[in-house]
């Protein structure tokens, strides 16, 4: 089966169309170590800078954001293994995570 240059290049738009939109349709969040939260939780302080990794669209980029510990209710409990996913929707709200659940926490940016 022969494929003309016209058809290949009509099969490579419509993958590419396709790889685009299931990107576009990725939960956008960031990835924050485990070891961040028990730092913060560990150090007696409110508030500290962290290091995490933005999985936007599935890419990684390393960013670096503020999480705080507040008196608030949290709005949801996530749960994680060596890592936490947040959701970009939760960013500023207040959570907990399973393995932290008597501490809330913010994260910003």
Do not use: C, H, W
């Not at 962290?50 to 936007?56: A, L, P, Q, V």
């Not at 929707?89 to 501490?103: C, S």
């Amino acid at each position: 089966m022969k494929i003309t240059k016209t058809e290949l290049k009509q099969i490579i738009k419509e993958e590419l169309q396709k790889t685009l939109e299931g990107l576009s349709r990725k939960r956008n969040y960031t990835l924050v170590d485990l070891y961040e939260f028990s730092n913060l939780v560990q150090s007696g302080e409110r508030e500290t800078r962290i290091t995490g990794m933005d999985m936007s669209s599935g890419t990684k980029t390393p960013i670096t954001m503020t999480l705080s510990l507040v008196d608030e209710e949290p709005t949801t409990t996530l749960k994680g293994g060596t890592s936490v996913p947040v959701p970009d929707d939760l960013l500023g709200q207040p959570f907990n995570v399973a393995q932290f659940a008597e501490y809330t926490f913010i994260l910003n940016y």
